[in-house]
């Protein structure tokens, strides 16, 4: 095989140690292979980038192992060319015959250009797609935590969401806070009602009776107090995300363009795919990296299976949160297209669709940083003109009127 770099290493990454084979082609045509072990002590690191750098060492390519891999991506990565290699792919090259070391077969498939690495983002995108999935699992507590206060609610017969759309509104919060400190007349914790909700107070007044002990009101102190400290840290965070999100503001202002998709969904979008689509060769190549195209699984011209790739679970699921919000944007192509496939394909594929959509859609308003333009609700209607007409004087037929069609002139 060619022998595409002259001098590379290989890493095995543990949590403890890292196994690193240095591999070189010398002048004679020898290949001069080397193995050491190291701790994953940082000192231990930067000797071990100062041993490759000695011997001339220009690629590096380590297994995504975890999380072990990052501070040793974060040493190397200024001195060295690092690929990130899927361990998927390592073990779908054939070849490996004998069973040598993990590290001593990465630099030898690296050495002849057999390893594709992953895709890693700058820095300041690093660090930015940590606070986002920080904050998405925060989001995902407090909503733990309120489906808890919830529970304990109904645990003492209070109907407050029967009758609100959001227990954690600010009725909902108001009544709940005063039911902490041992308010037990429902037509007192009712009055607290605010706006549209002031229109039912009779309905919540029989709601909001039920047999509070004190036990609850320990249980919902508790589970309270937890709820605003989650608040609070998602409030830091916003703030902190904001901050870095300084230098990407025009990214996010543009795919914030975008039907369903609000500035937090921006933000997690932006923070997944970073803001240069040139490491993308098409829009297809991110949608499966994305995991929200359709799995490819064919064989002897039968179709095995066709789920989509695992792929960022991070992006994923901001594209499908926002696909849902799309779909019931009035008169957007987004929600027509939701429609069509929900009938045919039902709703959780539909909302795949819809996300595979805004993630082109996104893809092209950043390379070619241009404003959104939706193609409207009668898209499907344009393509095919010929094919509406015909099926709707059908159904015209079916029920009993006589179609004549005229051409309308254009204006001119």
């Given at each position: 095989?060619?022998?595409i770099?002259?001098?590379?290493?290989?890493?095995?990454?543990h949590?403890?140690s890292?196994e690193?084979?240095v591999?070189c082609?010398?002048?004679s045509g020898?290949?001069r292979m080397e193995?050491r072990?190291f701790?994953?002590f940082t000192r231990?690191l930067l000797?071990?980038?100062d041993w490759?750098?000695?011997e001339?060492v220009?690629h590096v390519?380590m297994?995504?192992t975890?999380v072990?891999w990052?501070?040793i991506y974060?040493?190397?990565?200024s001195?060295?060319?690092v690929?990130?290699?899927?361990?998927?792919?390592?073990k779908q090259?054939?070849?490996?015959?004998?069973d040598?070391?993990d590290?001593?077969w990465?630099?030898?498939l690296?050495?002849?250009?057999?390893?594709?690495?992953?895709?890693?983002?700058?820095?300041?995108?690093?660090?930015?797609r940590?606070?986002t999935r920080?904050?998405?699992?925060l989001?995902?507590e407090?909503?733990r935590v309120a489906n808890?206060?919830?529970k304990?609610?109904?645990d003492c017969?209070i109907k407050?969401?029967?009758?609100?759309t959001?227990?954690l509104?600010?009725?909902?919060r108001a009544m709940?806070q005063d039911m902490?400190?041992g308010?037990?007349?429902?037509?007192?914790l009712?009055?607290?009602?605010?706006?549209?909700?002031?229109?039912?107070?009779?309905?919540l007044t029989?709601?909001?009776?039920?047999?509070v002990?004190?036990?609850h009101?320990?249980l919902?102190?508790?589970l309270w107090d937890?709820?605003s400290?989650l608040e609070a840290l998602?409030?830091?965070l916003?703030?902190k995300v904001?901050?870095h999100?300084v230098p990407?503001q025009?990214?996010?202002d543009l795919?914030?363009?975008?039907?369903g998709?609000?500035?937090?969904?921006?933000?997690?979008i932006?923070?997944?795919?970073g803001?240069?689509?040139g490491?993308?060769?098409?829009?297809?190549?991110?949608?499966?990296?994305?995991?929200?195209?359709p799995?490819?699984?064919?064989?002897?011209g039968k179709?095995?299976s066709g789920?989509?790739?695992?792929?960022?679970?991070?992006?994923?699921q901001?594209?499908v949160q926002a696909g849902?919000a799309?779909?019931?944007?009035k008169?957007?192509?987004?929600?027509?297209?939701y429609?069509r496939l929900?009938r045919r394909?039902g709703r959780?594929?539909?909302?795949?669709?819809?996300g595979h959509?805004l993630?082109?859609?996104?893809y092209?308003m950043?390379?070619?940083?241009?404003?959104?333009?939706?193609?409207g609700a009668?898209?499907?209607?344009?393509?095919?003109?010929?094919?509406l007409?015909?099926?709707l004087?059908k159904?015209?037929?079916?029920l009993?009127h006589?179609?004549?069609l005229?051409?309308q002139?254009?204006a001119?």
């Open positions: 095989m060619e022998t770099y002259r001098c590379c290493a290989g890493l095995d990454v949590k403890q890292v690193a084979t591999r082609l010398e002048g020898r290949v193995t072990h701790r994953t231990d000797e071990m980038s490759m750098s000695g001339g220009t390519a297994e995504s975890g072990y990052k501070p974060n040493i190397l990565e001195h060295f060319e690929l990130l290699v899927n361990a998927r792919h390592v090259v054939p070849g490996r015959k004998t040598i070391k590290c001593q990465l630099a030898q690296l050495q002849h250009g057999l390893l594709r690495g992953s895709f890693i983002p700058p820095r300041p995108i690093r660090q930015l940590d606070l920080h904050r998405a699992q989001v995902a407090k909503t808890r206060i919830q304990v609610l109904e017969n407050l969401a029967s009758v609100a959001d227990i509104g600010a009725s909902g709940i902490i400190k308010e037990s007349d429902p037509g007192k009712a009055l607290h009602a605010r706006r549209r909700l002031k229109e039912k107070i009779p309905e029989l709601a909001m009776e039920g047999q002990s004190e036990h009101r320990f919902l102190q508790l937890q709820l400290e998602i409030e830091r916003e703030r904001d901050e999100m990407f025009w990214a996010v795919v914030d363009e975008i039907p998709i609000d500035r937090t969904v921006a933000q997690s932006i923070a997944e795919i803001v240069d689509m490491q993308y060769p098409t829009e297809k190549h991110l949608a499966s990296w994305a995991g929200m195209s799995g490819n699984n064919e064989s002897a179709h095995k789920k989509t790739t695992k792929g960022n679970r991070w992006l994923k901001s594209l849902w799309a779909s019931h944007a008169k957007s192509y987004f929600s027509v297209l429609s929900a394909r959780k594929r539909s909302l795949i669709a819809v959509s993630l082109v859609t996104v092209n950043l390379k070619h940083n241009q404003s959104f333009a939706d193609l009668d898209y499907y209607d344009k393509r095919n003109v010929q094919y007409t015909k099926h004087v159904r015209l037929e079916s009993g006589k179609v004549i005229e051409q002139l254009q001119a």
